[in-house]
């Protein structure tokens, strides 16, 4: 999907430029007139005031320690959020608005100031880098924020869900249940049952939660404002405790036929295996850290395709407002559409990555069949294959 | 760079969350909900397997029905048909005996009336040997009644007495 979504955005950024440049040579002619309202109007300006992009969405994307809301600078309206912060002097905890957007410094055990959207620590006025190393940094961000406001989510839906399943014994399901339901049995019948076979039922709950964690959340990262917005499955750090949970409930449950496949494949020949176990073994790590990688980069393009379109409105802004205005019509047409896209993506990296996740599990507890097994290779092969074209 | 750096306060903060959140659900909404889904797909298994069964038992039903039917329309015939032949054969010897009756009678019928035509005959033939007697008689008486008549009767029977 990624490699589709990529080229998908390349052409889409290709057209939208074109359009946008020609859009500009006609406003251009008989309204092109440079005023102060635009520049002021731009979000993210460097030091001399000019529009960057980059910096943007690097924001956009990445964490911060209060959640931005509207404004900009010191007139920035944002939700403070709790700092902690773990140093040699002790435990530091404040709010994020004691920065005043990077504007004063907090005093506390230490003297912290806000950088560039990092906290560093001070000493006589200057940063120090040695002492900003050794901070463990705890904060509730604004990404541990909307993690626990997913997790209230997921807990008031599945809870309400499963006392409605409680109040409705042997009934059609109604309301939230009969739209969760589907999804339920789908997770069960076409991820579970057919990648891990008869044991699947050991495995639903954590395939059931990790699927409606990343869906929940995917879903969440593309509401524009508060509690959404927030990049949270497009952060390495939430995709790479994920594959290592997956990665854990591999080791434990893997058995012995799992390990020989790896270090010693039946039926082929010792020298074979000098080149062949290292592969493997690199293999067992590399599912985990592919499965981290494609969520990743999966929901990060579609939050960086959103934020360029509607970057290109003020960088054409810039040059004109008619320009802007020509360009916001194109690029809220083409966000719409990426919008939807992006719909499908969050229900298909959440599918993805549980059905990846289960044909590991799948692997591991598999029992040997010795006089099959160049067709398990190939089986298994197959569809792990196809999915990494997604 | 940035992007790709795990920042350790979110690290702990996930593996935490997703933990309680994996647990909690774990234990009151994923296995009640799978145990419910799954009683109640047993549930429907069940009731249409019983349906089949019932549909089944019907259709055995039906058909014992049919053959009790069958077999109640078959002896029905039967019945009938003895009670048509007990009918006929009754007629038919009621019909014999009323003849064989008929019979009796028109034949002492006719007895009687052979009788009867007899005795008239008989009595008709005394009759009329009494009224020829009286006839006679009274031709006798009339012939007799003259001497001259009494030999010219005596002449004649003389006459007609030939002497061989």
New interface residues.
């Given amino acids: 999907m990624s490699y589709i979504t990529s080229l998908l955005s390349k052409k889409t950024r290709v057209i939208a430029l074109f359009i946008a440049i020609f859009s500009l040579s006609v406003f251009k002619s008989f309204a092109y007139e440079p005023t102060e309202d635009t520049t002021k109007k731009a979000e993210a300006h460097t030091e001399s005031g000019k529009f960057d992009a980059g910096k943007l969405i690097?924001e956009h994307?990445?964490?911060s320690y209060g959640w931005h809301m509207w404004g900009e600078g010191h007139n920035a309206v944002a939700i403070p959020l709790p700092v902690?912060l773990y140093s040699d002097k002790g435990l530091d905890i404040f709010m994020s608005s004691g920065f005043h957007h990077g504007a004063e410094d907090v005093v506390a055990k230490n003297t912290y100031r806000l950088e560039e959207n990092h906290i560093k620590v001070v000493e006589n006025g200057v940063v120090n880098e040695e002492a900003t190393e050794k901070l463990?940094?705890?904060?509730?961000?604004k990404?541990?924020m909307s993690?626990?406001v997913s997790?209230f989510l997921?807990?008031w839906i599945?809870?309400s869900?499963?006392k409605s399943?409680?109040n409705r014994?042997?009934m059609a399901p109604k309301g939230l249940q009969s739209f969760i339901?589907p999804l339920?049995?789908f997770v069960?019948d076409d991820v579970a049952k057919t990648s891990i076979g008869p044991k699947y039922?050991k495995f639903?709950?954590?395939l059931?939660?990790v699927f409606f964690?990343i869906f929940v959340n995917n879903l969440m990262g593309l509401i524009p404002i508060f509690p959404g917005g927030a990049n949270l499955t497009g952060?390495?750090?939430?995709c790479?405790?994920?594959a290592c949970?997956t990665l854990i409930i591999i080791f434990a449950n893997s058995n012995a036929h799992y390990w020989r496949h790896i270090f010693a494949m039946p039926g082929v020949p010792a020298w074979v295996l000098i080149i062949l176990t290292p592969i493997e073994l690199l293999g067992v790590v590399l599912r985990p850290f592919v499965l981290m990688i494609r969520l990743?980069a999966n929901i990060?393009a579609g939050h960086i395709i959103a934020l360029a379109f509607f970057s290109l409105i003020f960088i054409f802004g810039e040059m004109s407002t008619g320009a802007g205005l020509g360009v916001a019509v194109l690029s809220v047409a083409f966000t719409v559409f990426m919008g939807f896209m992006e719909l499908l993506v969050a229900f298909l990296q959440a599918y993805v990555f549980t059905l990846l996740s289960a044909m590991y599990f799948g692997a591991a507890i598999e029992e040997g069949h010795h006089a099959h097994d160049e067709h398990h290779a190939h089986d298994h092969a197959q569809p792990e294959a196809q999915i990494d074209l997604v | 760079m940035?992007?790709?750096?795990?920042?350790?306060?979110?690290?702990?903060?996930?593996?935490v969350?997703?933990a309680?959140?994996?647990l909690?659900?774990?234990k009151?909404?994923?296995?009640?909900?799978?145990d419910?889904?799954k009683?109640?797909e047993e549930?429907i298994e069940k009731a249409l397997k019983s349906a089949d069964d019932a549909l089944e038992t019907m259709r055995e039903l039906k058909s014992s029905n049919e053959k009790i039917l069958a077999e109640a329309r078959a002896e029905k015939d039967i019945i009938l048909k003895d009670a048509r032949d007990t009918k006929d054969a009754i007629i038919n010897e009621a019909k014999a005996k009323a003849k064989v009756e008929a019979d009796r009678m028109v034949a002492q019928a006719r007895e009687a009336i052979q009788t009867e035509k007899l005795a008239a005959i008989t009595e008709l033939k005394a009759q009329v040997a009494t009224l020829s007697i009286d006839i006679a008689e009274k031709i006798l008486k009339e012939q007799l009644s003259s001497e001259e008549k009494q030999k010219t009767l005596t002449s004649n029977l003389v006459k007609e007495v030939t002497l061989n």
């Fill in positions: 690097t994307i990445g964490d902690i463990t940094d705890l904060s509730i961000t990404n541990v993690l626990l997790a997921l807990l599945f809870l869900v499963a399943y409680k014994v042997g339901e339920i049995i069960r039922e639903m709950p954590y059931l939660t964690f952060n390495i750090a939430i790479a405790v994920l949970f990743f990060t | 940035e992007l790709i750096k795990p920042a350790i306060g979110l690290v702990f903060w996930m593996i969350t997703f309680i959140i994996f909690i659900l774990k009151y909404a994923w296995k009640p909900i799978l419910m889904i009683e109640r549930g």
